[in-house]
């Protein structure tokens, strides 16, 4: 607008001419524009869209047009899309598809169901979701420990590469140790060799949800709820610095400040810290008749009854090669 401001009619030199040099298109000098006209019964619905979509962001216009319509006010779906994309707003749907396989990458059984995790490090898990940003979106992961509820790392990209995955695990191994078992979904970041062979170097049990079950790695999503439902839903990052600054902040008050019902009201920085307090187990309602063949070091008691030392019972999780003493495993 500024370059069309130079363009002059009176001028010594043509408007033609004057337009080449600015670099403007002559047809929006030529047009004359026509003035906006301010409707009041516009304004008055692009409030009530405003209000509503402030209580519920995950609303898109059909439902709009449904709260209109209860509200006095008979709207048609193109009125109430225009009316959002002048306010740029758009319904929380579902994003890019974070957990897309790889048909070439091994992908291991999962190990935790009817598994009591009893301590601090003994399970982490990690996931990808994506976070929407004024043009874009930005992808987050974050690595959590299942007992105290902990993210013990995070990390943002732009893209869905294996990299910043790779650097998140790296950052929580060199802070807080090493778990015993880690879980993840089937995504192509997680089954990556750069990914698995992280976690045999550290000899850590690898296990991956199975398909279909939303459930297997359900402690991660639920912090995705309170993550974008708490900070970024209120907050509306427009750019991937903004979201690096409010995460930042969000992280640290969701770690020691935040009390988490689950861990009777304690912080999930407390409990990993003194190991009391917290407690996970995922269970299986429609497989609750059948015994698991697997064990872990946590519930060492389980395992010694049967004779079979926990590493044992890992390596038959993870590579299906059960040893002799497994037939007493399944007899017991």
């Given at each position: 607008?500024?370059?069309h401001a130079w363009i002059s009619a009176h001028a010594d030199v043509t408007q033609k001419?004057?337009?080449m040099l600015a670099g403007v298109s002559r047809t929006t000098v030529y047009v004359k524009r026509k003035a906006v006209?301010?409707?009041?019964?516009?304004?008055?619905l692009k409030r009530l869209i405003d209000e509503e979509y402030t209580r519920h962001p995950f609303y898109g216009s059909r439902k709009m047009v449904v709260y209109l319509g209860r509200c006095g006010h008979r709207v048609n779906r193109k009125r109430v899309q225009r009316f959002m994309r002048c306010m740029s707003l758009a319904g929380m749907a579902p994003g890019p598809n974070t957990s897309a396989a790889h048909p070439q990458h091994k992908v291991y059984p999962y190990l935790l169901r009817g598994v009591p995790v009893a301590r601090a490090n003994q399970v982490w898990s990690t996931d990808i979701t994506y976070v929407r940003l004024a043009r874009?979106?930005?992808?987050?992961?974050?690595?959590?420990?299942?007992?105290?509820?902990r993210v013990l790392s995070w990390r943002i990209s732009?893209?869905?590469?294996?990299?910043?995955?790779v650097d998140c695990l790296e950052d929580a191994l060199r802070e807080h140790g090493k778990p015993e078992v880690?879980?993840?979904?089937?995504?192509?970041?997680?089954?990556s060799v750069a990914f698995t062979d992280v976690?045999?170097?550290?000899?850590?049990?690898?296990?991956?949800?199975?398909?279909?079950?939303?459930?297997d790695n359900i402690f991660v999503e639920r912090l995705w709820r309170s993550v974008k439902h708490e900070d970024v839903y209120l907050n509306g990052y427009a750019t991937m610095v903004e979201l690096l600054v409010g995460l930042t902040k969000y992280f640290a008050f969701y770690n020691t400040e935040r009390p988490h019902q689950a861990l009777d009201n304690q912080t999930p920085q407390e409990v990993h810290k003194t190991s009391s307090g917290g407690g996970a187990m995922i269970v299986d309602k429609y497989r609750s008749k059948e015994r698991l063949l697997v064990a872990l070091r946590s519930i060492g008691t389980a395992v010694e009854e049967i004779g079979i030392e926990s590493e044992s019972a890992i390596q038959i999780a993870n590579t299906g090669a059960a040893p002799s003493s497994c037939e007493k495993l399944s007899a017991t």
């Open positions: 607008m500024i370059r001419r004057q337009c006209l301010f409707v009041e019964a516009d304004e008055l874009g979106f930005a992808y987050l992961v974050a690595v959590i420990d299942w007992y105290s509820r732009n893209s869905m590469e294996a990299a910043f995955c880690f879980n993840s979904d089937q995504g192509s970041q997680f089954t976690l045999k170097r550290e000899a850590i049990a690898i296990s991956m949800d199975g398909r279909g079950r939303a459930y």
